[in-house]
């Protein structure tokens, strides 16, 4: 749904409840006397006459039916303290049972609504970066056993006697787990909160990690697979979190920042199985030499599993006592019985500009999970040997991309061009697929490292774009249920991407396998410039700035200011 600067627009219930707005029709007088019956009643409340087109159509009336002033519970009560205001029809909302004191209310000069908005009082607290920061640590932990067997295929698939697909679906079950528990972790994460999500995965993690601890034997691929996809439901509760542990913990200068810093989290766990694996399990020939090697590595991330999910339960909180921001109040307000995730996810679904994102996050990031699932395989067809350095090509292309998310999250909160920075990193990530698969076969290893890199910064810095974003087309739905759709679209990308892309290596060669990739990252780039640059959580949060109080209620009134009024 697209918004209307200065029409009055229909609204569904759900949206309604999000808007902790109460509208008025047909007010003609804003004069000051109007407002000193309410003024007295409501000490503490601040109008403000803000100029809008009038709208010819009463709310209640046979062409807008909707409840009037006699079935609003508080009709009475302003009938009697406001005889002004006893001809106005009303509709309901969050604020629909009284006017609360430290209310503005919004009345048109020229004639068809008046608007009460809650002036919630805000803060930010420090802890939020230690929220921040543990839960990037529990997502680190998640994505270093994602990666700790791929980037030494070669080596696990000698130990396991697998072949390569096999090796291939320890890091696919991770996206292929994700699909079909995506729905209801949502569903979960909307009804006992982000405490409990996290909660839940660091302890999957845990376990998973612990599991894998009894399969360094070559009889046990089974068990290390089995652990594995215990991890890889972990994943399903920590993935889709940054955008909304940012909204619910950050305030509105910093919250793509933060996203920012969520996302980096990942990608240094991504950057550290890249980097220690190669270096905790050399590829010996003696199997017992092996097998201990392997057992140390799978101690080690036990260990910090374990660790991390104590500190889960001791310190992770729901959420702080008052909101950052003035959209994260007003999502507050919203009663949960008066929510529904059935409904929620089928207004998603029918958001065009958000359909459109969902296809073009999948295309790019299924492209990057492609690349690192099959780094291994590409460098050592054209170096052979060189597996600790295949291991540093995928650590320079996270770094890079931890360095490109970072700054394209400070790049949003500055400039809140959301639309032009995904088209712009998205198209850069075309640029830098072509050029990383003209350059991997020239046989300059340091040709591959710069090449990889820039290919990281700009893959890897798409992420919290896209994860922002949809919160912009979405608001004020859930940022998990955004997120999450996001995700899903990832993972099936993801696993379609690394097995034809495997399969295309294999039979054609690394340059025809990165091509199949190119092409896809082509058709995304197209779609990117085709999504409408809807930003509905700006327009919420503006419109909260522009309705400051004034002195209307003295009985001199400010120079009217337009408002624009977004469709939630």
């Known amino acids: 749904m697209s918004s209307r600067e200065t029409e009055d627009t229909t609204v569904t219930p759900a949206a309604q409840n999000k808007q902790f707005a109460l509208r008025t029709a047909n007010c003609q007088d804003t004069s000051s006397e109007l407002f000193k019956p309410l003024t007295s009643s409501f000490p503490g409340a601040h109008f403000r006459t803000v100029a809008m087109p009038q709208n010819n159509t009463l709310k209640g009336s046979r062409e807008n039916p909707e409840l009037s002033a006699e079935k609003w519970p508080g009709s009475k009560a302003a009938k009697k303290h406001a005889p002004g205001f006893a001809s106005l029809q009303w509709s309901p909302g969050p604020l629909g049972r009284s006017v609360s004191t430290g209310s503005r209310l919004d009345v048109e000069s020229s004639g068809d609504r008046a608007t009460l908005v809650p002036e919630a009082e805000v803060k930010l607290y420090h802890r939020r970066w230690l929220m921040l920061f543990l839960f990037s640590a529990v997502s680190a932990s998640n994505a270093f056993m994602w990666l700790q067997y791929g980037i030494i295929s070669n ?6 006697n697998i072949d390569s697909l096999a090796i291939d679906w320890l890091g696919m079950i991770y996206l292929l787990t994700y699909i079909p528990l995506i729905l209801p972790i949502l569903w ?3 009804n006992r909160g982000i405490r409990d999500v996290i909660l839940v995965g660091s302890a999957f993690n845990c376990i998973g990690a612990w599991i894998k601890i009894g399969s360094a034997d070559p009889s046990m691929f089974s068990v290390t697979f089995f652990g594995q996809f215990v991890c890889s439901v972990a994943t ?5 979190i940054p955008s909304y542990l940012a909204s619910v913990w950050f305030g509105e200068e910093e919250v793509s920042t933060a996203c920012s810093i969520g996302v980096l989290g990942n990608q240094l766990g991504c950057a550290i199985g890249f980097l220690l694996p190669p270096i905790l399990v050399p590829n010996v020939d003696d199997m017992d030499e092996l097998a201990h090697h392997i057992r140390v590595m799978f101690y080690i991330t036990a260990g910090v599993a374990t660790s991390l999910f104590i500190l889960v339960i001791i310190v992770f909180q729901e959420r702080p006592k008052l909101p950052p921001t003035q959209a994260q109040a007003t999502a507050r307000n919203i009663p949960p019985e008066q929510y529904s995730y059935i409904a929620s996810i089928r207004r998603l679904l029918r958001n065009r500009s958000f ?3 969902i296809i073009t996050y999948g295309l790019n990031v299924g492209c990057y999970y492609a690349v690192g699932t099959l780094l291994n395989r590409m460098i050592i067809a054209h170096y052979p040997g060189e597996e600790v350095n295949a291991g540093r090509i995928g650590l320079t ?3 890079a991309g931890m360095v490109g998310s970072l700054l394209c999250g400070i790049w949003l909160d500055r400039t809140k061009t959301y639309k ?3 088209l712009a990193v998205y198209l850069m990530s075309l640029v830098g697929m072509i050029i990383y698969a003209a350059t991997l076969s020239l046989g300059h290893l340091w040709v591959v490292f710069i090449t990889a890199g820039a290919l990281g910064f700009f893959m890897t810095g798409y992420l919290p774009l896209g994860f922002e974003f949809a919160v912009e087309l979405t608001y004020p739905e859930s940022e998990g249920t955004s997120s999450g759709l996001l995700n899903c679209s990832a993972q099936v990308f993801g696993i379609i991407f690394t097995i034809c892309q495997g399969k295309i290596i294999d ?5 025809a396998g990165n091509i199949f990739l190119c092409v896809f990252l082509l058709i995304g780039t197209i779609m990117t410039g085709l999504i409408k640059s809807d930003l509905r959580r700006q327009k919420a949060n503006q419109r909260v700035k522009e309705a400051e109080p004034s002195d209307s209620h003295t009985g001199s009134p400010d120079t ?9």
Do not use: C, H, N
């Open 236 to 240: 399903v509760f920590v993935l889709g």
């Open 355 to 357: 359909i459109l994102l």
């Open 397 to 399: 292309i996270v770094i």
């Open 155 to 160: 080596i696990f698939m000698r130990f396991y």
């Open 420 to 422: 032009q920075t995904t």
């Open 188 to 190: 979960l994460l909307d």
């Open 560 to 568: 009217p200011s337009v408002i624009k009024e977004a469709q939630l």
């Open 507 to 511: 039979r054609f060669g690394t340059l």
